[in-house]
């Protein structure tokens, strides 16, 4: 994919809910190795804007495009494997952290696809982590080490998009620096054919993510 | 056609002093509520109430659309009968969801309609004429009041299951999992509640509990035998109910939570 086509696109997203509009003509492009990181006060659209971005949310009126392509409703689940949603608290079942990695490998989208064990142990030892992290209970991971699992479950998927919602504003300086390498090393991996979107209250890590910013107020992207 | 013989001779008339003989019970049982201080006597009182004023009418109901004997009086009792079971069914949850209401009703119409169909021409094959309230209105109170549990358990319990499985659905739908796979297990929990009730009785059915049905034809003066196969007819035939409309009303009910572009509408619950 050539770097300065879209990746992911926005079109005149637009979503009102009791006459409150949450989204406001907004439109955003996130290009291929050119990161984007969204800014704004609480309230501002940025969460309702990357699930809408995900098709977790429904719009109004408006269009996304991934790869230049209108998203088909058959077709959200390919997208999803494609550009994956990181929650600020995303959901760990019970069972192991190695049994939680393999679980969307039982999703159809996934099928004929494996479980890669040395990939996972690949991930772990570049935050510093033991192989043991894969055989911990999910019931007692912290919530650092349970958004450090769901980021591992979503980059063994080989995404091509992050959309990362505030996904260390719950987590100690540790694990949020675990959190950001994992994700660095990701881009960097393949920064010609990937992205990222990157939610943050912190201007400390704004600037560490070394990408353009995008700041959103009252449902619009602020100019 | 299998003959149960209801000989009036056979069996005691009740005069209205015996009932109100009976009524002495719920008496004693208000006594103990006072005793007791459960604050129990007054809903005693007005559901003792109701029991004889509602029973009282669906006799006069009961004794009219016998006499009058037409399809279309029937159809149109059982017709009310169903819309008050549909709504009765969704009174009892604390989830509820716009459009609950219809789902209940179709759900409750869809289940016990299949099944007393089936129930008349191909079980009993010789109900004549089809609509013969005899046996199509007591059929159909039993075949609605067992769905209504089943409806009721079945969308109340996947209500409180979205609520508390929305991460996990999320999530799910987040990884790539059709809409089919994020909400199957919540699916799946609320079938089982609606269905556990009726699936428990019919396991300890004979060893614990008499069935009312059964018991009032014995008490008729009908053959034990003959009233015992009655009743193994119903118990399959309310099962059947209550699967189909549990199913029915948890799928109704998943399709206004999850639309066709694998979102999960969430805020439709109240």
């Not at chain 1, 809910?17 to 659209?45: K, Q, W, Y």
């Not at chain 1, 804007?49 to 109004?60: A, H, T």
């Not at chain 2, 819309?83 to 609950?100: F, M, P």
Request: charged share 20%.
């Amino acid at each position: 994919m050539h770097d300065n086509s879209p990746i992911l696109e926005a079109k005149n997203l637009c979503r009102t809910v009791a006459e409150r509009r949450l989204l406001d003509d907004v439109s955003l492009s996130l290009l291929v190795g050119r990161p984007l990181a969204i800014v704004g006060s609480t309230g501002s659209g940025k969460s309702l804007l990357v699930r809408s971005l995900v098709m977790l949310e429904p719009i109004d009126s408006g269009e996304i495009t991934f790869g230049g392509k209108c998203v088909r409703p058959s077709h959200v689940p390919e997208f999803r494997r494609n550009v994956f949603y990181l929650h600020q608290k995303p959901a760990i079942w019970e069972g192991t952290v190695e049994e939680n990695l393999e679980r969307p490998f039982e999703l159809a989208i996934h099928r004929g696809r494996n479980y890669d064990v040395d990939r996972a142990k690949s991930l772990l030892d570049q935050i510093g982590r033991p192989t043991s992290f894969l055989t911990q209970r999910a019931e007692d991971l912290s919530g650092g080490e349970s958004q450090i699992t769901a980021l591992i479950r979503a980059l063994l998927l080989n995404p091509t998009v992050l959309l990362l919602d505030e996904p260390t504003a719950a987590l100690d300086a540790d694990s949020t620096l675990a959190v950001e390498r994992l994700v660095f090393e990701w881009f960097r991996g393949q920064a010609d054919s990937r992205s990222f979107i990157w939610i943050s209250h912190s201007p400390e890590q704004v600037r560490r993510l070394d990408c353009e910013v995008v700041k959103m107020d009252q449902g619009r992207v602020a100019t | 056609m299998m003959g149960v013989p209801l000989v009036a001779s056979l069996y005691i008339e009740l005069s209205w002093i015996q009932v109100a003989l009976a009524a002495g019970l719920v008496v004693v049982s208000g006594i103990l509520s006072i005793a007791l201080r459960l604050g129990m006597e007054k809903s005693l009182m007005i559901a003792s109430v109701r029991t004889v004023v509602q029973l009282s009418l669906i006799g006069v109901v009961l004794t009219w659309v016998f006499a009058v004997d037409k399809w279309y009086i029937v159809v149109l009792l059982m017709a009310f009968m169903t819309l008050t079971a549909g709504h009765a069914a969704l009174q009892r949850i604390s989830r509820r969801y716009k459009g609950d209401w219809l789902d209940g009703v179709i759900a409750m119409g869809v289940s016990t309609w299949t099944v007393l169909a089936y129930a008349v021409f191909v079980v009993l094959q010789d109900v004549d004429p089809w609509y013969r309230p005899q046996y199509t209105v007591p059929l159909m109170g039993m075949l609605l009041g067992n769905a209504l549990n089943g409806v009721s358990l079945g969308i109340g319990r996947l209500g409180e299951e979205l609520v508390a499985r929305r991460t996990q659905i999320e999530t799910l739908l987040a990884l790539g999992a059709t809409r089919w796979e994020a909400a199957s297990e919540s699916l799946r929990t609320a079938i089982r509640t609606g269905m556990t009730p009726i699936t428990n009785a019919m396991m300890v059915v004979g060893l614990v509990s008499l069935p009312g049905m059964m018991t009032g034809q014995i008490l008729a003066g009908a053959e034990p035998m003959h009233a015992v196969a009655y009743q193994i007819v119903i118990m399959f035939l309310i099962a059947a109910a209550t699967a189909l409309g549990t199913v029915a009303s948890v799928l109704l009910a998943y399709r206004r939570f999850f639309n066709d572009r694998h979102q999960f509408e969430y805020w439709r619950l109240r």
